[in-house]
């Protein structure tokens, strides 16, 4: 187990910010929700039993939503969880990213859907974003029980997203300082070069953000085992640093409880590529956190980041559901870095890619 060693801890200041912050085009939303690099309409499956709804009525709705021409277009947002007979025991784990995703500025409008007969339903979630305070007032959003036939909720649902068009349309781009950034850093499919070039490089687009006053997300707990140290070499106080130490102890304790460990987390890719050993692919993951960048604050998988700075959130080493609790926190952009190459994005926050090769 990795021990605190207080001498190897450093208090360190944030980056100074920039007396004149740069600029972007973004949509500015209402409230505390910030600002949006996107305006899209969402339709969310609550569950995996309305998830092909979901999909059905976004596509059905493409061409008419093309036609408004800020509107950067309508998703459905899909899931496998929630849609068994038994209460599911990821229950918070399922209803906070599904909360964060609705209340996300690049979402402009959002339909939740459930048939009523789930064990996590639209009730379930309206009620757990009203007791932790999600700004779900602010967003034009409707909870939608499917109770006829496929073909005529189609046909409600699509009802229900036209009457939205025009309200949503209205929102135009305007200039925005780039305190308005949240951006997650992401990496895949890395390789011996990804420490060396796209990860630092990433490192440096996340100071020039914080430094404006917006804040950067660092996610995979398992793929910072070996890189403690590093991390606390600039960190904002005791309690974070311990903070970061047991959540990656956590990790390393529930991976031994299925006769596991954390060494086993370089992929056959990886080791093909150079990435040899778990250190080396997690010193190079770290790379992420610029040496003049102080790690603020430590949260929980999908909690809101509610301030400026760098964050590091406990997450799976999994693509897909790393970056979905960073969204899920807040994320309005995604800077993924991949040597072999990685097709992850998310469905309504942009993705850049920095390659390695």
């Known amino acids: 187990s990795y021990r605190i060693d207080e001498d190897e801890i450093q208090i360190g200041k944030q980056a100074d910010l920039y007396e004149q912050p740069r600029t972007f085009q973004g949509y500015r939303r209402s409230g505390s929700r910030g ?31 093309s036609r408004f021409r800020s509107i950067d277009g309508v998703v459905g947002v899909c899931h496998t969880e929630g849609g068994s007979e038994d209460h599911p025991n990821n229950l918070e784990f399922l209803v906070r990213p599904l909360s964060g995703f609705m209340v996300l500025p690049n979402v402009a409008a959002v339909l939740a859907i459930d048939s009523g007969m789930e064990k996590v339903t639209n009730e379930m979630l309206r009620n757990y974003m009203a007791g932790e305070n999600y700004p779900l007032q602010e967003v034009v959003h409707e909870f939608m029980t499917l109770k006829m036939n496929f073909a005529a909720e189609l046909q409600r649902g699509e009802g229900i997203v036209r009457n939205w068009l025009e309200r949503v349309n209205d929102v135009q781009r305007q200039e925005e300082s780039l305190c308005g950034l949240r951006i997650a850093l992401q990496c895949g499919g890395s390789d011996a070069f990804s420490g060396i070039s796209a990860n630092p490089l990433l490192g440096s687009v996340a100071k020039e953000v914080i430094c404006h006053g917006g804040s950067a997300c660092l996610a995979e707990t398992d793929e910072l085992i ?25 990790f390393k304790e529930r991976a031994s409880w299925h006769g596991h460990t954390a060494e086993g987390n370089p992929s056959g890719g ?13 010193i190079g993951a770290a790379m992420k956190l610029h040496p003049d960048v102080r790690m603020d604050h430590v949260i929980g998988y999908g909690e809101r980041m509610d301030s400026s700075g760098f964050y590091f959130m406990d997450s799976p080493g999994n693509d897909l559901e790393s970056v979905a609790g960073q969204v899920a926190s807040g994320a309005n952009m995604i800077f993924f870095t991949t040597g072999n190459g990685s097709i992850t994005n998310f469905p309504f926050v942009p993705t850049i890619k920095l390659m390695s090769t």
């Open 270 to 282: 990886n080791k093909y590529r150079g990435l040899y050993n778990i250190t080396l692919k997690s």
């Open 226 to 250: 070996g890189a403690e140290s590093y991390v606390l070499k600039n960190v904002a106080d005791l309690s974070t640093a311990r903070q970061f130490v047991d959540t990656v102890e956590r």
């Open 35 to 65: 600002v949006g690099t996107r305006n899209f309409i969402v339709v969310l499956g609550i569950t995996s039993q309305t998830s092909s709804f979901a999909l059905r009525l976004s596509e059905r709705l493409e061409e008419v939503v």
